[in-house]
Antibody, heavy 117, light 107 residues
């Protein structure tokens, strides 16, 4: 069965970076885009971008351009999302989701990132 | 970017009621519209894809409809487990965009 397992909660200082991982299993990792979506406390869902695990090609939301990097490791079937220059309003749960473009059934459980001084 | 305008932002209803949530897209989506249900502390769950395609295992109380650039999610005969937050999401083009969400509360 398809599973997406994410890394654990993190606490970061303002200005630091965070790297969240999403390990996929149960399907061909390189066959489906991996998307990243975040949700601030009490707020809605915000799309951050996606990566093509086959080519490594990425599309980022304009809001995060220059501050986010999405990568993948095909040897371990893991996608990564790194966000730099963290601010307090980056405090959120970060989700990976398989192929939101044509599917949407499979989401990771979320990784809480707290940015606090 | 395609804007998704979802309404209402919150809704209070009783068990057994029928409710409708609407999303209006800023341009045609050609049915590339998903509906998600989210409960506190959980990832979103896909209910309906392609505007009206009910996902396996999802109750037939949920129905999706499309009329031009307006998309509706109707829940007939609300059950206690239906009280949650609902989001629409367009998958027609990148960037993917979500509606603002509708919080469905028990009256």
């Amino acid at each position: 069965q398809v599973q997406l397992v994410q890394s654990g909660a993190e606490v970061k200082r303002p200005g630091a970076s965070v790297k969240v991982s999403c390990k996929a299993s149960g399907y061909g990792f390189v066959a489906y885009y991996m998307h990243w979506v975040r949700q601030a406390p009490g707020q809605g869902l915000e799309w951050m971008g996606r990566i093509n695990p086959n080519s490594g090609g990425t599309n980022y939301a304009q809001k995060f351009q220059g501050r986010v990097t999405m990568t993948r490791d095909t040897s371990s079937n893991t996608a990564y999302m790194e966000l730099n220059r963290l601010r307090s309003d980056d405090t959120a749960v970060y989700y990976c989701a398989r192929d939101l473009g044509t599917d949407g059934r499979y989401w990771g459980p979320g990784s809480l990132v707290t940015v606090s001084s | 970017d395609i804007q998704m305008t979802q309404s209402p932002s919150s809704l209070s209803a009783s068990v057994g009621d029928r409710v409708t949530i609407t999303c209006r897209a800023s341009q045609s989506l050609i049915s590339y519209l998903n509906w998600f249900q989210q409960k506190p502390g959980k990832a979103p769950k896909l209910l309906i894809s392609a505007a009206s395609n009910l996902q396996s295992g999802v109750s037939s109380r949920f129905r999706g409809n499309e009329s031009g650039t307006d998309y509706t999610l109707t829940i007939s005969s609300l059950q206690p487990e239906d009280f949650a937050t609902y989001y629409c999401q367009q998958s027609y083009s990148i960037p993917v965009t979500f509606g603002q969400g509708t919080r469905l509360e028990i009256k």
